[in-house]
């Protein structure tokens, strides 16, 4: 606060503020910092409290940005293990890290064994994208495209990928776990096609390129799906044994 201004603001004028900024269309963090503001001008006063503003609401449109990406357990980057996988010379862990791939359109397909990491880092990667303010949505493919066909069905499938298209970031975990039928592997497609050189695609995948065909089971779409994710793109190799396997106790 100012000099001379009371520690404490009048309860009235708390109340006062706080219906302004309703009407106004602020967060009630105006009515908490006005008491903790201090400055030696009304002017500085003023920029301190909209510039608290400004960080209190880049802070709550990122943990919108978490809550809403559907990852369905939250995990970081400590303690990754990035020397159990492949990195194409191109690639650093700072690189992933900094999630550079996001500025220039690159995705990221992950491929490898079941339990080798790739679900774990690519939900760190998009845990990270949110904490930087990038709009991210997690899914498995499987229940992506049920969503996809269930929007289809009930006529708001324009409206569904419209929210789709606003995330600069979209996950697809296992893919190709699960055969599509026709109508699925075209709403895949029609996603895979709006994504392209738009937004950044990770995919997370133990089939390697030649056997998605039997996935799609239409060579000229898996052709057209593979040309799009492959264009601007890094292969990350996840060569080792299943860490849930391996963390059992169990060996093969």
């Known amino acids: 606060m100012m000099p001379g201004w009371p520690r404490q603001v009048v309860p009235m004028l708390t109340d006062e503020i706080a219906t302004c900024c309703k009407e106004l269309k602020l967060s009630r963090n105006i009515v908490e910092m006005a008491e903790r503001v201090e400055a030696e001008s009304h002017q500085e006063y003023l920029l301190k409290l909209l510039r608290s503003e400004l960080e209190h609401r880049e802070s709550q449109r990122k943990d919108k940005f978490l809550k809403n990406a559907g990852f369905y357990s939250i995990k970081t980057l400590d303690g990754f293990r990035f020397d159990e996988i492949t990195l194409p ?49 997690f899914f498995r493919t499987a229940a992506l495209v049920n969503r996809l066909s269930e929007a289809k069905k009930n006529g708001t499938l324009s409206v569904f990928m419209k929210k789709l298209s606003k995330a600069e970031l979209l996950i697809c975990d296992e893919w190709g776990y699960v055969p599509l039928d026709r109508t699925g592997a075209q709403l895949l497609f029609e996603v895979i096609s709006e994504c392209y050189e738009r937004n950044t695609l990770i995919i997370n995948t133990n089939i390697e390129f030649s056997r998605w065909v039997n996935v799609f089971y239409d060579e000229q ?19 080792g044994q299943s860490n849930r396997i391996r963390e059992s106790g169990l060996r093969q």
């Open 221 to 239: 779409m898996t052709g057209a799906i593979l040309d799009r994710v492959l264009h601007h793109c890094h292969l990350l190799l996840f060569p």
């Open 89 to 137: 010379a191109s690639v650093s862990p700072d690189y992933l890290r900094n999630c550079e791939f996001i500025n220039t359109k690159t995705n990221l397909v992950m491929y490898g064994n079941v339990g080798t990491g790739k679900t774990y880092l690519s939900i760190a990667l998009g845990v990270e994208t949110c904490k930087k303010g990038i709009e991210t949505r």
